[in-house]
């Protein structure tokens, strides 16, 4: 399969840093991690990889804006592009041994998401994504899952931790989607949560409160491995709302029905 030269530079990028967060994650005890609020943490992992990830696209796309979780936004001098970057999406499983984190980064051009990579350097998986070009799983290209019954189905899904708000509503959502599947899970990673959509692993998947760099590269995943992904109000306001829904055609219309039940949020 062979790879474009924007797609060979985020790669690049994201095994490099996987490199790093895998030598770390052998040596977790000894990191120095901090509170960024309640059930918030950061390590010297997550801020090491984003250096790698923001240094390699930086030499490679000299100019190019960058949006990343530890850093915020490094504004560049060219309008037209702009990085999204998690350096490390899981960093609660990361501290705690499980090996479910990955390195996202996506790529917007005038707006548009136009490229995405996501690496869990802990099972070697690759997961790239371009524009009209299609998803690929290493070497496979990805297709979501083709069940169209919820009854079938496995979902994926995220919950509030102590700190974060709409735990109310995140009981709700799962009592209006429990009693319809054969599973919901809680993985940890949404940018792997999302990601195992396009490769049909999970059939849906739906989070709320989440921040542009956990779901960019994984939307152009779902969508270019024929999946369909909106917010909680079937638009495409993700990055604003933080919310997402994910599966085939038919999952993404159960799920949005379902989710639809909850009333929001006071
Ligand atoms: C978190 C993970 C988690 C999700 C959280 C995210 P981080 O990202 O994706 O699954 O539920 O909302 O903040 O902090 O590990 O990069
Ligand atoms: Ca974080
Ligand atoms: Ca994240
Ligand atoms: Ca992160």
């Not at 049909?200 to 960019?216: C, I, M, N, S, V």
């Amino acid at each position: 399969m062979a790879r474009s030269a924007i797609i060979n530079v985020m790669v690049q990028a994201a095994m490099k840093a996987g490199r790093s967060l895998a030598r770390d994650f052998g040596e977790v005890q000894n990191l120095q991690v901090s509170l960024k609020g309640p059930g918030d943490y950061v390590s010297q992992a997550d801020r090491k990889a984003e250096q790698i990830v923001h240094d390699e696209l930086a030499k490679a796309r000299p100019g190019y804006s960058f949006l990343m979780e530890e850093s915020g936004t490094v504004a560049g001098d060219d309008p037209q592009h702009r990085w999204l970057v998690d350096p490390l999406d899981g960093t609660t499983n990361f501290l705690h041994g499980i090996p479910l984190f990955a390195v996202s980064i996506a790529l917007e051009r005038q707006g548009q998401l136009v490229a995405g990579v996501i690496y869990n350097p802990a099972m070697d998986e690759l997961y790239t994504a371009e524009r009209g070009g299609g998803a690929f799983l290493n070497d496979r290209r990805m297709r979501v899952a083709a069940r169209s019954q919820m009854s079938d189905t496995v979902i994926g899904t995220g919950i509030p931790h102590l700190g974060r708000g709409h735990h109310g509503r995140a009981l709700l959502d799962l009592r209006n989607v429990m009693g319809e599947t054969s599973g919901i899970r809680r993985l940890g990673a949404a940018a792997l949560d999302i990601a195992y959509v396009a490769a049909g692993r999970l059939d849906g998947f739906w989070e709320d409160d989440l921040k542009p760099w956990d779901t960019a590269a994984g939307i152009l995943m779902v969508r270019e491995a024929g999946g369909f992904v909106t917010d909680r109000d079937g638009k495409q306001n993700m990055f604003d709302t933080g919310s997402i829904i994910c599966g085939n055609e038919a999952i993404h219309r159960s799920l949005l029905k379902l989710l639809q039940k909850t009333a929001p949020p006071a």
